[in-house]
Nanobody
Framework: VQLQASGGGLVQAGGSLRLSCAAS????????MGWFRQAPGKEREFAAV???????YYADSVKGRFTISRDNAESRAYLQMNTLKPEDTAIYYC????????????????WGQGTLVTVSS
């Protein structure tokens, strides 16, 4: 599976962005899809995951502000980010796993290249 993340950019605090992850190769609907992020000088952290059936799970830091979704027909996953804060500034990565709802990066099999989100104060 090849993953391509897009949709990052510069936004003011309180604004919104929608990230997209396009999957190609093996049937992406067979995988749970996750979003992780890595801020400058920090370790990569889990943000959100959606299972094959559509169940979702979020990190506390984004719960209530971010929404993960997927379109299996289009082989895409999305991350709608609202009420963005400067601390959301990071490179956002999409990833795919056969292990269902997973919050640890090492449990993911495939990774996209990342898209940069910058939130100005």
């Amino acid at each position: 599976v090849q993953l391509q993340a897009s949709g990052g950019g510069l936004v003011q605090a309180g604004g919104s962005l929608r990230l997209s992850c396009a999957a190609s190769g093996r049937t992406s609907s067979s995988y749970a899809m996750g979003w992780f992020r890595q801020a400058p000088g920090k370790e990569r952290e889990f943000a959100a995951v959606i299972s094959r059936s559509g169940s979702t799970y979020y990190a506390d830091s984004v719960k209530g502000r971010f929404t993960i979704s997927r379109d299996n027909a289009e082989s895409r996953a999305y991350l709608q980010m609202n009420t963005l804060k400067p601390e959301d500034t990071a490179i956002y990565y999409c990833a795919a796993t056969t292990r269902g709802i997973a919050t640890i990066g090492t449990r993911y099999d495939y990774w996209g290249q990342g898209t940069l989100v910058t939130v100005s104060s």
